[in-house]
């Protein structure tokens, strides 16, 4: 009997062993900072460290130079310390895939891709690539060239990356966060059998071309703005996209906007876009010694700042929404949260702390 009871106590400790690790949340980083400020972070913080970006050369993966080499190889010895990071390469970013759809409209072209990537993958000893194509099928940076034929495209541009990876390396797309990239840009049911993780980027959803401040990264829909990360995940979840392959997304900077009236604190008022402000310059630039007050909509579950005198907006996100995002991850049973950018954070008491003191609670 007694031999009985140590069996099914060890039974109940591995499933719980194994329960803990199932429910583990990524905190995937972004990063896109100098070589020296990367050793000021903890690489314990996060599961995943993105490199941003490489960009196509014919129709290869490539690199900037030396100084992005030596920062793919500095986050590959962030191992030592977190010998469970995943490190990705990129391609992309806002305004860097401008030959995307031509190059990725041939069976030729992505399979070289994907083969530069695996070679790529092979020298640094990294662990997979994450595609930010901004954005298959749909308008994205000024004159860049899109295509319905990009939709499937991007599909087979990503079932070639898994057969030239393998089912080991770590596959990662950034999805835009509003409800035209979700209608229109991929085909969900298609190509998630082939991803680990799809990227939500449920920020600038105000963006700055817009002439009419609101939130750019809420966390739930208002009466006056449909767009949020809710009404994202919600309708992806609808499709059958699974939630444990779903990550949020969350900001580390502001965005502002000038000429902006004294009517509800600046929120949903016409203005002007001015600047992308870093988390580690709120301080300085975005705080009530630089004539800001500070408001959190709990409608939207959002914060946001206006200066009086300066008639300027601020839509940020902060501990408290980053807190709530982190929560929503949780609750909805997500794979995680992602954000833009690390180097934007406090490398002690920032935002990424916030994160994993939530996900550990």
Known sequence: MKKNFFFIGLLILLFLSLSSIAQKKAVIAYYAGSIEKLDSFDARNFTHIIYCFGHLQGDQLKLRGA?????????VSMKYQNKDLKVLLSLGGWGGCEPCSDVFSTAEGR??????????????GADGIDLDWEYPAIAGFPNHKFTPEDKPNFTELVKALRKELGKKMTITFAAGGFQKFAN????????????NYVNLMTYDLVSGYATTTG?????FSTIKQKESADNCIQYLLSLGVPAKKLIIGAAFYARTWEGVIDQNNGLYQKGKFKHFIGYNEFQNRISENTGYKFYWDNEAQAPYAYNATEKSYATFDDKQSIKAKSNYVITHKLGGIMFWQ????YSKNGLVETINMTFKK
Do not use: R
Request: aromatic share 12%.
């Open 342 to 345: 690390l180097g934007h954070d």
């Open 215 to 219: 939130h750019h990264s809420a966390l």
């Open 111 to 124: 399979i070289n891709f994907a083969k530069s990537v695996k070679s790529l993958t092979d020298y640094f």
């Open 67 to 75: 100084k992005d080499t030596a920062i793919i190889q500095k986050m």
């Open 184 to 195: 229109d840009a991929v085909d969900w049911s298609d190509i998630m059998p082939y991803v």
